[in-house]
């Protein structure tokens, strides 16, 4: 075994504070959505605390951004552009998902500084932070103020098309936070990637030169 610094601070960072902002707002949402049969706690809190939040994890999301838009990790994030390889890539992973874990075979993706996610994983990680967490994001900000923003709300065709989308997303991240923490157990150990984004540092198994790496190399917080 040998270990690779795969998350920087900023993302450690990003991560955590996200993951607690998070589900506070799906908790909020809940109570705003679900007005009259949920009566945890009033209305107008909710509507405030998912507000105050919401503004607070669009700054947070900026971390995420300004690390990744500057850093030579960005890698992690590039769509694979050969179809051939993400497919064959995808499949051998699925594969390992639904029965090659059962039976003990090793991951086929060999994590590195700058090719950290398998190929399902970095397809799903694109989606959430280049498309949903954006889109969220900005419908929130024109719910949260329709009148000011009406001009942006009509062109998309009015505050139930943009509450439609907000709440679609919404449902997603809901399931998303209760298999994501699941997913994050399948690594080399049970608790390996947790402990990874903890300390930036992942155990793998050594498999050749693909794993050869280790500490932070410069330039990496
Ligand atoms: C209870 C809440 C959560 C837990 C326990 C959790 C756990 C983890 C773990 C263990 C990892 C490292 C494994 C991996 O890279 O796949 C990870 C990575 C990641 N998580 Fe979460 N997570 C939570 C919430 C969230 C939320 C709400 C989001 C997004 C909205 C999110 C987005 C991500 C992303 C994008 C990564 C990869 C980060 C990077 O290396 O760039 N997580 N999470």
Redesign the pocket.
């Given at each position: 075994m040998h270990r690779i610094y795969?998350?920087p601070l900023p993302?450690r960072i990003?991560?955590?504070l996200?993951?607690?902002?998070?589900?506070a707002m799906i908790l909020t949402g809940f109570q705003i959505r679900y007005v009259g049969m949920l009566d945890v706690i009033p209305f107008r809190t909710a509507v405030r605390v998912h507000n105050w939040i919401g503004f607070a994890l669009i700054a947070n999301y900026f971390i995420?951004l300004g690390f990744?838009a500057t850093s030579p990790?960005i890698r992690?994030?590039l769509p694979e552009l050969n179809p051939k390889k993400f497919f064959s890539g995808s499949v051998r992973q699925m594969r390992y998902y639904c029965y090659g874990m059962f039976k003990g075979d090793p991951n086929p993706h060999q994590i590195s500084i700058y090719n950290?996610?398998n190929p399902m994983?970095a397809m799903?990680?694109q989606l959430?932070?280049v498309v949903?967490?954006p889109v969220l994001s900005y419908t929130g900000v024109l719910l949260w103020d329709a009148q000011r923003f009406s001009a942006q709300v009509n062109f998309f065709g009015g505050v139930r098309v943009v509450d439609t989308v907000h709440v679609l997303i919404f449902i997603f991240?809901v399931a998303?936070?209760l298999v994501?923490?699941y997913?994050?157990?399948l690594?080399a150990s049970r608790t390996g990637?947790?402990k990874?984004?903890i300390t930036g540092y992942e155990e793998v198994e050594d498999a050749g030169e693909a794993a050869k790496s280790g500490d932070a190399p410069p330039g990496l917080p």
């Open positions: 795969v998350h993302v990003w991560h955590w996200n993951a607690i902002g998070f589900i995420w990744y990790q992690c994030y950290k996610f994983q799903l990680y959430v932070m949903l967490v991240f998303y936070i994501h923490p997913l994050g157990t690594g990637q947790y990874a984004m």
